[in-house]
């Protein structure tokens, strides 16, 4: 074992990176400190996962009162749920803000999971990460952000927003044709003095920009917990 007054620190060395074993073998003081850090890390990853949620209930709050209110009477503008789509756009730049500070807390209880407590679970299989030790003093020194603000906007456009916005726009596009079945339905999605072409082409470009934010393949920064894999393994029993 490494004389711990040594200024000398190797992270890569096996006594410095694996104290999910010593913590097996014997209690140790930085074992304590690492559990308390990571109830700490937990109660962070607990609450900004609750601000995530918030905000994806105020969104759909929302939408429910725009299309309860949009479809209450014919002679209820159109276009208030085009602003519908304004609003919700503004949660979904929130949720990713959010996400990312979210993703902070998660990648360093991953850190521990995957390096500490999985290590003194079964340290035949060593850590994940050498210089884990190194990666998280540097955090916990200079914290940052993991994840690129578009990969979060992907990420909840993919998971919850993609589904709201095309409810939406599948609203929209019902209103300006089933309410005013006389009407050429371009001239219906006319907005004041904005042509109903010009609305519709603007509402394809975001669609589509929309589109491509959420499925653009990309390299994937988030630390995520789940992966794929056979769902049946963890029930299997030796018999």
Known sequence: M?????DEFDPTASDQREIGREMVDESTGL????????RGELDRVGTWRQRLDQTTTWAVTVLAAILTWAFS????PHYILLIGVVVVTIFLGIEARRYRDYDVFRS???????????NALDPSQGVESHDWRVKLSRDYRRPTLKVSF???????????????????VAAWVFRITAF????????????????GIAVVVVVVAFYVTLLGLAFWPRERHAKGEFREGDTDEWKETDQ
């Open 2 to 6: 490494t004389d711990s007054n040594s």
């Open 31 to 38: 074992g304590s400190v690492m559990a308390h850090a990571y």
């Open 73 to 76: 009477s014919s002679d209820n």
């Open 108 to 118: 360093r209880a991953r850190l521990l999971q995957e390096n500490l407590f999985a």
């Open 150 to 168: 578009y990969e979060a906007l992907a990420n909840r456009l993919r998971r919850v927003y993609l589904a709201l916005l095309g409810v939406l």
């Open 180 to 195: 005013a079945p006389r009407q050429d339905w371009l001239a219906t999605a006319g907005v004041a003095r904005i042509p």
